[in-house]
T-cell receptor, first 113, second 115 residues
Framework: DQQVKQNSPSLSVQEGRISILNCDYTNSMFDYFLWYKKYPAEGPTFLISISSIKDKNEDGRFTVFLNKSAKHLSLHIVPSQPGDSAVYFCAASGYYNNNDMRFGAGTRLTVKP | NAGVMQNPRHLVRRRGQEARLRCSPMKGHSHVYWYRQLPEEGLKFMVYLQKENIIDESGMPKERFSAEFPKEGPSILRIQQVVRGDSAAYFC?????????????FGPGTRLTVL
């Protein structure tokens, strides 16, 4: 039961340009969403989150957009840097019960110098 | 200010042996979560524990897998009689509380290889 989907397994972007990573979910009970970044041989690192009461959250170069009606969220990275090259996981959970957090399969971002 | 610690980082077992994976949460965190990542897949929730209690084990296979988080010491994920399909990366995460805008912080993972 894949409740969180990242349909693009990979994305390649030129340094300085915008990277847009997409995520769709099916469970309308999800109301807290997170993005994690993962380098090889390391654990996922928390990047940014958004709760369903908002439609946008910004932290430096990273912005997450949430479209509840479409059950879609996206992560924008501007400007992209080579150090951003990693696998990005989208995750979703219920606000009052985020114990059972569901992850997407990940998108591998490559930022070319 | 150490993060979540997991050991061993790599574990090789033969079929039928037992695997024990350890997780020490971040200081001040009393909630521990275990996830499994199979190749080319996302992380799948296995179990959520607080000190001395299993709160949610809905993602754990019904047989051969068990987890504990004793009053003292790390959380342990135990896999008995391992099979090749158990080969995966196992990640532990911890959080100070649960629910709300709580964020889980992950350890580096243990890569289990079953020969």
């Amino acid at each position: 039961d894949q409740q969180v989907k990242q349909n693009s397994p990979s994305l390649s972007v030129q340094e300085g340009r915008i990277s847009i990573l997409n995520c769709d979910y099916t469970n309308s009970m999800f109301d807290y969403f997170l993005w994690y970044k993962k380098y090889p041989a390391e654990g996922p690192t928390f990047l940014i989150s958004i709760s369903s009461i908002k439609d946008k959250n910004e932290d430096g170069r990273f912005t997450v957009f949430l479209n509840k009606s479409a059950k879609h969220l996206s992560l924008h990275i501007v400007p992209s840097q080579p150090g951003d090259s990693a696998v990005y996981f989208c995750a979703a959970s219920g606000y009052y019960n985020n114990n059972d957090m569901r992850f997407g399969a990940g998108t591998r971002l490559t930022v070319k110098p | 200010n150490a993060g979540v610690m997991q050991n061993p980082r790599h574990l090789v077992r033969r079929r039928g042996q037992e695997a024990r994976l350890r997780c020490s949460p971040m200081k001040g965190h009393s909630h521990v979560y275990w996830y499994r990542q199979l190749p080319e897949e996302g992380l799948k929730f296995m179990v959520y524990l607080q000190k001395e209690n299993i709160i949610d084990e809905s993602g754990m296979p019904k047989e051969r897998f068990s987890a504990e988080f004793p009053k003292e010491g790390p959380s342990i994920l135990r896999i008995q009689q391992v099979v090749r399909g158990d080969s995966a990366a196992y990640f532990c995460a911890s959080s100070p509380t649960s629910g709300g805008t709580n964020t889980q912080y992950f350890g580096p993972g243990t890569r289990l290889t079953v020969l």
